[in-house]
């Protein structure tokens, strides 16, 4: 076994490799960096370029007000007629473009080796004080919202199986289904409608994850807030996750329960909950607990912008897509590195749990 992980180890080198690679290079071809919304913000009087203008590398760009006038028509950069070439110089200087590709690529991932993630564009705070600010929203979501789908689904999935054909499983089944079919963004707003003062009851908070007073409250009292903050966006974001680990778990003991080991020991006189907890549910579940990992980070990771933005929470969701939209890409590359390597972990992880579960597999048996 132990090879066998040494050799996924390695292999997440070139591969994290390959994916900053393809990421990076996109990025070139794509129009709209962020000297292109410096010059737009620039000539409509955005923040943007107030944000930057005034924390340069180098002391600060020039002002607004020196680009009236001046003519850029040999500039690459579209909408920058208007604007001195010196002050373009320098925007390239301070975001680094005034070098070559390969040389920018090659500093950003040494600076990444080093743990150096760089500053954001636009507010210059660096991207792991950013990230690590929006994390307790994503903990929040990813971590409820993983738990309560395994709490409910797999003891779900279990009575589906052994009552297989029967009214209950049917109607769970329409129920899973439909919940599954409904968007979070919808089932969200009907959340808020109901039970956050929209239309009928002021039963929850419409914003945020704690309340104002939260530094006065106790410690009881603050877990009391922390969890009536949450409920509705957990809520929100779990409901389409059932369907799947449910219906998993259904058709995994459906397929242990017809095997010949689950007849012999009911042969043998077992009860059928020694039959079932005893002996079919560590095979059963050996794919569903395995996948816990990379479950929980896809959910971690997935913040919904959406769901974020409706519940006034500030996640990793709406700080991607903000950086996206603004082309930030220390922002873009840095957490792209970061979630891209713990996913490659996390999936060394998830096989080392099939093993953990069930330790009869051998991957490196399988591999020869």
């Known amino acids: 076994m132990g090879a066998y992980i040494l050799r996924r180890l390695l292999l997440v080198i070139p591969t994290l490799l390959g994916i900053m690679i393809i990421n990076f290079t996109l990025t070139q071809f794509v129009p709209g960096g962020p000297i292109e919304q410096i010059i737009a913000e620039l000539q409509g009087e955005g923040d943007v370029f107030q944000g930057i203008s005034g924390s340069g590398s180098d002391g600060g760009a020039t002002g607004p007000g020196q680009g009236v006038g001046a003519v850029g028509s040999d500039s690459k950069y579209e909408g920058a007629r208007g604007l001195p070439p010196e002050f373009i110089e320098q925007l390239e200087r301070e975001f680094g473009f005034d070098k ?28 792991l004080e950013l990230v690590a600010d929006k994390l307790p929203v994503s903990i929040t ?7 309560i789908a395994y709490i409910v689904s797999i003891p779900l999935g279990i009575r589906k199986a052994v009552r297989d054909g029967s009214k209950f499983d049917t109607w769970t089944s329409g129920v899973i289904i439909a919940a599954y079919a409904i968007p979070g963004f919808l089932f969200a707003i009907l959340l808020l409608v109901l039970f956050a003062g929209g239309s009928y009851w002021q039963i929850f ?6 309340s104002d007073n939260w530094d006065q409250l106790s410690w009881g009292g603050k877990i009391l807030d922390y969890f009536w903050h949450i409920t509705l966006p957990v809520l929100a974001s779990t409901i389409s996750s059932f369907a799947t680990l449910t219906l998993l778990t259904k058709n995994s003991f459906l397929d242990e329960i017809k095997k010949h080991y689950v007849m012999t ?11 079932l907890y005893g002996h079919v549910f560590r095979n059963a579940m ?20 959406i769901i974020e933005t409706l519940f006034s929470l500030d996640g990793l969701g709406r700080l991607g ?5 603004a082309r930030d890409y220390p922002i873009i590359f840095g957490t ?3 979630f891209s390597l ?4 996390v999936g060394i992880l998830s096989d080392l749990m099939y093993v953990f579960v069930d330790p009869r597999i051998d991957f490196e048996r399988r591999e020869g």
């Open 205 to 210: 908070p419409l914003r945020g994850l704690t």
């Open 321 to 325: 897509f903000e950086a996206a939209v």
């Open 100 to 127: 070559p590709p390969l040389e920018r690529f090659l500093n950003m991932m040494w600076n990444y080796m080093r743990l150096d993630f760089g500053e954001s564009y636009f507010n210059k705070r660096g991207v």
């Open 265 to 275: 020991a009911r042969a043998k006189g077992l009860s059928e909950s020694r039959v």
């Open 336 to 338: 792209l590195f970061v």
């Open 286 to 305: 050996l794919i569903v607990i395995a996948g816990f990992p990379a479950l929980f980070v896809s959910v971690f990771f997935g913040g919904s912008i």
């Open 141 to 147: 979501l990813g971590l409820w919202s993983t738990l």
């Open 342 to 345: 713990l996913g490659l972990v």
